[in-house]
């Protein structure tokens, strides 16, 4: 632990110590003059003083101090290495109600891995999807020599793509959890609105087809389709565009606004972006490309709408494929814990130090009400 300034040339402020010596030497405390019967017939001759006085030491002291106190706050002080270093324990939402038992009295600080790292005490809060995540900020926000052990439910939720990795070996503890598992959600499945060109209907029947493959049993498919120059409703999530040429700017507008769009490879729409293969064909070819307009996404077919360039368009995985584009299913977030252990090597964080400059602040604001106190005191001494 060493204390260290942030700012050193603040200190040349201290030449301001200056100031109350010159004025305490060059300022006499207001005297009283007491006339005596018996002196009045001599004549005055004041006798040179040899050397300077300083009167009311005290109240020069603490003004010298106060300024001192000052010149020391603008330069910043810190204390490096300041922090707890004591053993951490994280305990993720969704671990047993017998986990508080086995942590009491261990004498380590015990948080709950929620957002702001509360104390722990053994009521369980609202669980969290962000579990990974806070692992990472917690790592960065710890001291690299401080120890660390995380509890952990069996299933992790919201997990990304890639094991977590920590600038420290943990402590990966799984445990049971309270949480009842859940079964993924369905992918939602949209109202599938074609818009093409007059007469031209040909391609509307593989997507009538695709979305009979998603109806419900027992149901009918969610599909509507009609020519180019009938307006969007104001609902649709998902469209399919067959018609040639420029897309009308309502549409631009609804695509930009949020919404999917699967363009024929004939369709003109002007977006400034990278494109991504979003399908490919058996040899790896792309068949379409997707990126983003606004807040919405644009799919490009590049090959024609028929099945002698197209044979996609008769295959069986058909439906499906057309759902995945339209509507991509989201990252999986659900992992087990047992598999998700972080890895260590990432570079340790740099720690903030400890800023000295509120308990200084304290230490000014005392110093100020004394020396207020001092020059304005009604008993203040007087010199003979």
Do not use: C
Request: aromatic share 6%; hydrophobic share 50%.
């Amino acid at each position: 632990m060493n204390a260290a300034l942030l700012l050193p040339a603040a200190l040349a402020a201290l030449a301001a110590l200056l100031i109350p010596l010159v004025i305490h030497i060059a300022r006499r405390t207001e005297s009283r003059t007491v006339d005596f019967a018996a002196l009045r017939w001599l004549e005055a001759r004041p006798k040179p003083r040899q050397r300077p006085r300083i009167d009311e030491r005290l109240l020069l002291a603490l003004r010298l101090l106060l300024l001192a106190a000052l010149a020391l706050w603008l330069a910043r002080p810190v204390i490096l290495g300041a922090a707890d270093d004591r053993k951490v324990v994280a305990v993720a939402p969704g671990v047993s109600s017998g986990i508080k038992e086995s942590l009491a009295g261990a004498g380590d600080r015990v948080v709950w891995l929620t957002p702001g790292f509360p104390r722990f005490d053994g009521s369980p809060p609202a669980s969290t999807s962000g579990t990974v995540s806070l692992i990472r900020q917690l790592d960065a926000e710890l001291p690299p020599a401080t120890p660390l052990t995380l509890v952990v439910p069996e299933i992790l939720e919201g997990a990304d793509a890639q094991r977590p990795i920590l600038s420290r070996k943990v402590e990966w503890v799984v445990t049971d959890s309270t949480l009842a598992a859940q079964r993924p959600s369905a992918r939602p499945v949209p109202v599938l609105v074609v818009r093409h060109a007059p007469g031209v209907t040909d391609p509307v029947r593989y997507f009538r087809a695709a979305a009979t493959a998603w109806a419900a049993p027992g149901t009918g498919p969610r599909f509507q389709a009609a020519p180019a120059a009938v307006p969007l409703d104001r609902g649709t999530v998902a469209l399919v565009w067959t018609a040639p040429g420029a897309l009308p700017e309502p549409v631009v507008n609804w695509i930009e606004d949020g919404g999917t769009a699967l363009l024929s490879m004939d369709t003109r729409l002007p977006i400034e972006g990278h494109a991504t293969v979003a399908w490919r064909d058996a040899i790896g070819l792309p068949l379409a490309t997707a990126e983003t307009a606004g807040r919405g996404r644009v799919i490009r077919l590049t090959r024609p709408l028929e099945p002698s360039a197209l044979p996609e368009l008769l295959e069986a995985d058909f439906p499906d494929t057309l759902l995945g584009l339209l509507t991509p299913s989201p990252a999986p977030s659900r992992v087990a814990a047992a598999a998700h252990a972080p890895l260590e090597g990432a570079s340790p964080y740099d720690q903030p130090p400890f800023d000295l400059r509120p308990w200084l602040a304290l230490v000014i604001a005392l110093l100020f009400g004394a020396e207020r106190w001092m020059a304005t005191r009604s008993a203040r001494a007087v010199a003979p």
